[in-house]
């Protein structure tokens, strides 16, 4: 356990000014009386009350993650903390006081008055106290796992678009695109349309949250158009979208990563190339999406591992959708018996 | 321009049509008299092509279905005639950052995608000096050419696993996992997709690739002596040549005999 000792003097140091408010505060009810009892007497109690409450918790296993030990836990701990350090800081004091003879002179007052307002002043003050360390402990926890899910949003973000723009794919392309300059210009500017539209798509993906199934289609179209120039005879596609379906709004570029898997891990690696089919259909309340490939299929040993690298693009579709859809949404890989590789996407039809 | 304009055959191995034909248009511009004897679009048919044409000159794309251009390169420096000329060996390349370092030793040249002509009449003046310095008989591949394939395998072998070189061969037989000690494994074997373990008395089968182990092994014990073969060094008794000119080692503790490859052959030197 690592405790960070400027964090804990700083809350010391807070606790005793408190305390020393508290103290002002009593004085002027009673300006007759001394101010260094009751300033000792705060002082004391909020004292061990403070190093009860705040390095104890260091101490709780169920206050490693916020900073704060959860449920009643924390309860006990105030009320633990805020009793001891009354019973210790007021015995203490009482010694003091009896030492240094501060109420010599002065009348005593009622035992039971007494002690009932300092348990009072305890009472409140330890709960404030506490709260207040309580919430501000708990925004920044909050804080923090704000800004480690939107780095890890960003990250993810990040290795997406890498593996969208691999530098391979890229020259390969362009290597495509200054052969077809010279022996096919109109090929060659149609091969530059759908780049254009792709990289546009790609680079553009993290603005548009939703869009309709037809532009879906219409993006993948681009990047397969792309590839079966790049790839020639060795590669076929289809993309099956019913019309009844073309408005329905699917998560912006879902399909990419699956259809990149297809064509990298399926297609490409594999002699005779083969067959990509996209397709989606409604199936009663649900909708359903298949990206479907005669490529490879899942690499080496039998079980349903996908290649290398392919794994990330699933695993990023499949939290997109558990964000957008919880339980009501489903990905299933499974492994062709004909060979090849088939994803199954299946969340709520929006009528 | 390139001359004196040497007379040559060559091969292309690139999966891409359009990227085949543009690198054979470019080969005939810049080239004339090199007479392109094949174009074929995968790793395998590179290796098979190339022993059946024995072109001069080979321009293989490193990234290809099948086989890479650079495991159907060492496949080649092993299978090729001893009586025969190497060919000089050109990789072209998209972008592979890793090849491109290991490139720098030069005695095989590389092209990136796409082709511009003014880096291609470098390669092209290259090769030809390469072709021509080529001794007509015997000498077979030089030493320069192996060493750089071998450099070029380890830059591309992914980097070994932080915590150390692998103990245990764990090894499943039934239903049960048998553990066999590193120091007992004589020899490993690819095998399709599997890899065979040999101990003195015993094989085995595991399904972790040759590719994937390499790296957990200890490279100090465990030589590679072929692209299928893994020895521990400790187990080899005497390398010998046969008379095809090719290494062989015996091994203790096994009784079949273990080919070497020409491109580990200078693990095997007298001192």
């Not at chain 1, 973000?157 to 096919?184: C, S, V, W, Y």
């Not at chain 2, 592979?96 to 390669?123: G, N, S, W």
């Not at chain 2, 103990?167 to 049960?176: A, C, E, F, K, T």
Request: include cysteine; aromatic fraction near 8%.
């Amino acid at each position: 356990m690592k405790i960070d000792w400027t964090n804990k003097l700083q809350h010391l140091l807070q606790v005793l000014a408190f305390a020393l408010g508290i103290a002002t505060i009593q004085y002027g009810f009673q300006p007759e009386r001394p101010y260094a009892p009751p300033l000792v007497y705060s002082l004391l109690i909020s004292f061990f009350a403070w190093s009860i409450i705040d390095l104890g918790r260091e101490f709780m296993p169920s206050a490693r993650e916020t900073g704060w030990p959860r449920g009643w836990h924390g309860l006990a701990l105030v009320i633990a903390g805020t009793v001891t350090g009354y019973l210790l800081g007021t015995w203490l004091a009482d010694q003091m006081c009896r030492a240094y003879g501060w109420y010599a002179g002065y009348p005593r007052l009622d035992r039971d008055t007494e002690l009932r307002s300092s348990i009072l002043v305890t009472a409140i003050a330890g709960i404030t106290v506490s709260f207040y360390f309580y919430a501000r402990n708990k925004s920044a926890y909050l804080e923090r796992k704000m800004t480690e899910a939107h780095r890890h949003a960003n990250e993810a973000r990040l290795k997406l678009l890498e593996t969208q723009l691999e530098p391979h794919m890229l020259f390969n392309t362009l290597a495509n695109l200054r052969a077809l300059i010279g022996a096919d210009p109109q090929q060659a500017q149609h091969m530059l349309d759908h780049m254009i539209a792709y990289l546009r798509a790609t680079l553009n993906a993290s603005r548009a949250a939703t869009h309709p199934l037809q532009t879906e289609f219409d993006r993948l179209r681009d990047y397969l158009e792309l590839m079966s120039i790049r790839m020639g005879p060795r590669m076929a596609f289809e993309l099956k979208l019913p019309p009844e379906l073309a408005q329905h709004p699917v998560p912006a570029l879902l399909l990419q990563p699956l259809v990149e898997n297809s064509i990298q891990h399926g297609l490409e690696p594999k002699v005779e190339g083969g067959r990509v089919v996209v397709s989606a259909q409604r199936d009663g309340h649900d909708l359903v999406l298949e990206v479907t490939d005669t490529g490879l299929g899942p690499s080496g040993n039998a079980d349903l591992t996908p290649a290398k690298g392919a794994g990330f693009g699933i695993a990023h579709v499949r939290e997109r959708l558990a964000t957008l859809y919880g339980a009501a949404a489903r990905v299933d890989c499974a492994a062709r018996a004909e060979g090849g590789f088939r994803v199954t996407l299946r969340f709520p039809f929006q009528a | 321009m390139n001359s004196p304009q040497l007379a040559a055959t060559a091969l292309i191995a690139e999966d891409e049509p359009l990227l085949a034909r543009a690198l054979q248009a470019e080969l005939v511009k810049a080239w004339p008299q090199l007479q392109i004897v094949g174009v074929v679009g995968d790793g395998v048919s590179a290796v098979a092509q190339s022993l059946a044409l024995k072109p001069d000159v080979l321009f293989f794309d490193i990234r290809m279905p099948g086989k890479s251009g650079l495991d159907a390169a060492v496949e080649l420096a092993d299978e090729w005639p001893q009586d025969q000329p190497f060919p000089a060996l050109v990789f072209v390349t998209a972008f592979d950052q890793y090849a491109v370092q290991a490139f720098e030793t030069q005695a095989i040249d590389y092209v990136l995608k796409p082709v511009q002509h003014d880096r291609m009449c470098k390669t092209i003046a290259k090769v030809q000096e390469t072709l021509a310095r080529r001794p007509k008989t015997n000498a077979n591949i030089d030493d320069a050419t192996l060493g750089q394939l071998r450099n070029l395998l380890g830059a591309m072998q992914p980097p070994g696993p932080a915590q150390g070189a692998l103990r245990l061969i764990q090894v499943s037989v039934g239903n049960s996992i048998r553990m066999i000690p590193i120091d007992e494994v004589v020899y490993f074997e690819a095998a399709d997709k599997y890899v065979r373990v040999l101990t003195h008395d015993h094989e085995y089968l595991i399904r972790t690739p040759l590719k994937e182990l390499l790296p957990q092994l200890d490279v100090q014990r465990f030589w590679q002596v072929h692209r299928g073969t893994v020895v521990r060094a400790d187990a080899i008794d005497s390398v010998t040549r046969d008379e095809s000119g090719k290494l062989q080692l015996a091994l203790r503790g096994r009784k079949e005999k273990v080919l070497v490859s020409r491109l580990y052959a200078h693990l095997f030197k007298a001192m």
